[in-house]
């Protein structure tokens, strides 16, 4: 096996060796997420690419992974959310009337505005209300609403996202206001108000505010990650359980010297763990003076905290305001800063050094280099730098319209919505395998064509393999020797196919070795089924089917180790995606009974008919798949797919021969056979699962396991299709009808009388043709010239119309 390189954003550039702290054993922490809201895809983005990678490293490597995540449950975010919850639950419990409510959501309008939308407030006329909002929402941001920039210059990015969350923040809470429904769409602009004005009434001591929240939004993260076949961490931790534990590791970095007390708060002091001979900012040195990553890392509650020696100096533990959760320490009732909280979990479980930390790009600064410092700091002695992580790794964002998605900007799909619209587990995985990890990834049309493609490429194939098992052998289980003989082929070509399988595994090492690049392992993929298809299609009557049948395991291993199949476990050694009923414990006889059921129906619909008899169709009438089924059940195998085989492959090879005769009997018996054929393609066995695909040249069906929801879905589009066929050849025989009965309407009129009611002429000739003018004036040359020729027209008609009907009338 080749060393594994990873891009380790520690060593930017290219891969470098990853070599662990202890052979075989890996230990890993990856940030886990700040539960005060539902989850999206971006964090789909970040959690499933470390899955895996997570689970190339155990399952293809063959790591020993300790994994430990842990769950932020009390920062500013989850603070403000939870503290604005209460004081709106509060104030709907007032019912107050409706005119202060009208009074309240105004002045929550216009502190909205002033806060981020200024330029609302500062034009010029009349105050901003409710019928001017428009007009100079307009005015102001019309070129951003449009999609232009605010200086007009390059392509939309995160501030444009922002500055249209406030707008449309702003939009919903007009028309709530101007329909009396102020808690039904203001709730965004009322809620900062609402704290502005009374977050220091709250009682904290009631943490209960904030623990509601966050325990129920960890359920919903968990329920999504669980949806996504995410594996769960081998450590939870959380912040609340270790906050004793976050003030004694902040006390002995400030004991280090390494950071001081100011007004209640404790910040890093990185000038005095420079002077030490520390590096600061190792991950990202150019951002380190950048006041707005700075301040976003500090919280939005913690601007008014004062007392720092330097600019870049950072929070280690945060004096509590009124309104705010707090704890005892020895500098006073506080709270952990962001950063010191993984340190600290980070520490207990993995120790004072680690392989691998983990999380989105956006955490690169300040919130990773700070860890590494404040962690450094507190494990470094005799002014030696110690190394606390070895190899950061950092996922990529995932985009929308050029700005990455996020709750803050407010454009986002969340993951439940996502699974329950667009996505599945396994086509959202799909899309992120086909990016590099620590590349960004952008929504796009193109981007899930690409990923369609390859899911239907790869099922299809593991599809149609098992097919070709069901019908050389009866099974889908691995080939005997017994049974090779019945696909032999030249060795010449049997070497040409296993050597394409052999050189496929060590491309798929390379790819893997090499920072994880799925991107060309997913090609790998795709290029081995292209060849294996290329066997199948030139090879038919001479197919090395123990060869074909090796590629289409080892991709159903690949694709477990991907976690493209959530009903598969490791070692990955089934054929195909896993079937959802497969289980130890279930009961063969029950799991049975749906394709038992199938077989008895069509066996008593085919004896029913009119058929010619035969040794064939005898034989085939006084089949008993029972007995296959008895010996499946008694060597243990719960598989339902497999424990269905001989009921399936008994109603094929019927169906087979009723297909093959149809053309030899009576035009009853053909349409009562005709209409049972569809009958079980299209439902019985689509209705299980299952798919007929009937071949030319008195080839058998293939037998082919579908999902039966797919199915039903593309019998459903077929008829839908057929319906809309039939709606539209009605439209147009009903259309022609109409317009066959308007034309012998007008052939219907003889030439000498079409003109004669036209209001325009005074005066007709003996043919009817118009010759006077309403004013008694001449009828002009070139007037009377267009008429004649329709006049002429009219006479042909007219004479079509006595020839068809003879007189008689239309």
């Not at 539902?38 to 399952?59: C, E, F, K, M, P």
């Not at 999504?224 to 970095?253: G, H, K, Q, S």
């Not at 002091?269 to 700075?294: H, M, T, V």
Request: hydrophobic fraction near 35%.
């Amino acid at each position: 096996m080749d060393s594994i390189k990873l891009h380790n954003s520690l060593k930017p550039g290219a891969p470098v060796p990853f070599v662990p702290i202890e052979k075989g054993k890996i230990k890993w922490y990856a940030c886990g997420p700040t539960v005060y809201d539902q989850s999206h895809l971006g964090h789909a983005r970040n959690y499933v690419s470390t899955d895996i990678i997570r689970r190339i490293l155990i399952h293809y490597f063959g790591f020993d992974v300790r994994f430990v995540m842990n769950i932020t449950d009390v920062d500013d975010k989850i603070i403000l959310r939870g503290r604005r919850q209460r004081l709106l639950d509060d104030l709907k419990k007032k019912n107050l009337p409706q005119p202060e409510l009208f009074e309240l959501g105004m002045a929550a309008l216009k502190a909205y505005a002033t806060n981020n939308l200024p330029q609302l407030v500062e034009a010029d006329g009349p105050e901003l209300d409710l019928t001017n909002y428009i007009s100079r929402r307009d005015a102001a941001y019309g070129k951003v609403l449009a999609g232009g920039t605010l200086t007009g210059e390059g392509k939309p990015g995160d501030d444009e996202a922002k500055l249209k969350m406030h707008i449309s923040n702003m939009t919903s809470a007009v028309i709530a206001i101007s329909g009396n429904k102020v808690f039904n769409g203001a709730e965004e602009i009322l809620l900062p108000y609402l704290d502005s004005l009374y977050k220091q009434t709250i009682d904290t001591s009631d943490q209960s505010i904030f623990t509601d929240l966050t325990k129920f939004m960890e359920g919903e993260f968990t329920d999504d990650m669980d949806a996504l076949n995410v594996l769960r961490p081998d450590v939870i931790t959380r912040v609340t359980d270790y906050v004793p534990a976050i003030a004694a590791f902040v006390e002995r970095i400030v004991d280090k010297g390494f950071a001081y007390e100011a007004e209640g708060s404790v910040y890093f002091d990185i000038a005095a763990f420079e002077r030490a001979g520390n590096s600061y900012a190792k991950l990202r040195p150019e951002s380190r003076n950048d006041k707005a990553l700075q301040e976003e890392g500090e919280g939005s509650l913690s601007k008014s905290l004062g007392g720092k020696k330097g600019a870049g100096d950072f929070a280690l533990w945060k004096k509590s305001k009124p309104g705010e959760p707090y704890w005892p320490s020895k500098w006073g009732n506080g709270r952990p800063g962001w950063h010191i909280e993984c340190s600290v979990m980070a520490s207990d479980i993995l120790g004072s050094r680690m392989d691998i930390h983990s999380g989105g790009i956006d955490l690169a600064f300040p919130h990773h280099d700070n860890e590494i410092c404040q962690s450094e700091a507190y494990f470094c002695e005799h002014g030696h730098e110690h190394t606390w992580v070895n190899n950061f790794l950092h996922m990529g964002h995932l985009s929308i319209s050029g700005s990455k998605m996020s709750k803050s900007l407010k454009n986002f799909q969340t993951i439940k919505d996502a699974l329950a619209s667009t996505y599945t587990a396994r086509s959202m995985r799909i899309v992120f395998l086909l990016g590099k990890w620590h590349d960004g990834v952008e929504i796009s049309p193109d981007m899930r064509t690409q990923a369609d493609n390859w899911e239907s490429l790869v099922n299809n194939f593991l599809t149609n393999i098992k097919s070709l098992l069901v019908e050389a052998t009866g099974t889908t289980d691995a080939i005997t020797d017994g049974t090779k003989s019945l696909t032999i082929s030249d060795d010449k070509h049997a070497e040409g196919i296993s050597a394409d399988l052999e050189q496929a595994k060590k491309d798929l090492e390379s790819a893997l070795t090499n920072s994880f690049d799925t991107p060309q392992a997913m090609r790998v993929i795709a290029e081995i089924i292209r060849k294996a298809n290329v066997h199948i299609i030139d090879r038919k009557n001479v197919l090395d089917l123990p060869a074909i049948e090796a590629i289409a395991r080892w991709i159903t291993k690949v694709v477990g180790i991907l976690g493209l199949d959530a009903n598969a476990s490791p070692p990955y050694e089934g054929l195909g995606w896993a079937s959802t009923a497969a289980a130890a414990n279930i009961d063969p006889h029950v799991a049975v009974k749906p394709y038992e059921a199938v077989w008895n129906a069509v066996l008593s619909n085919a004896t029913a008919l009119q058929l010619p008899v035969s040794e064939t169709m005898t034989g085939l009438l006084s089949q008993s798949p029972s007995s296959p089924f008895e010996s499946l059940a008694s060597e243990g195998v719960r598989d339902p797919e497999q424990l269905g085989l001989p009921y399936l492959r008994a109603v094929s090879k019927l169906r087979d021969e009723l297909r093959r005769i149809v053309a030899t009997v009576l035009p009853e018996t053909k349409a009562s056979i005709l209409a049972l054929s569809d009958r079980i393609r299209d439902f019985d066995l689509t209705n299980l699962g299952v798919y007929l695909d009937d071949r030319p040249d008195g080839q058998p069906s293939l037998i082919k396991f579908i999902p039966a929801s797919e199915l039903i879905a593309a019998r459903e589009e077929k008829a839908a299709k057929e319906a809309e066929k039939t709606r539209a050849k009605e439209e147009a025989k009903r259309a022609r009808e109409k317009a066959d009965e308007e034309k012998w309407a007008k052939a219907k009129v003889a030439p000498e009388e079409m003109f004669k009611s036209d209001e325009r002429y005074s005066d007709w000739d003996a043919e009817g043709m118009p010759i006077k003018m309403k004013d008694g004036s001449e009828v002009p040359k070139a007037q009377s010239k267009k008429l004649k020729k329709e006049w002429d027209r009219q006479k042909k008609a007219h004479g079509e119309y006595q020839t068809k009907f003879g007189g008689r009338k239309a």
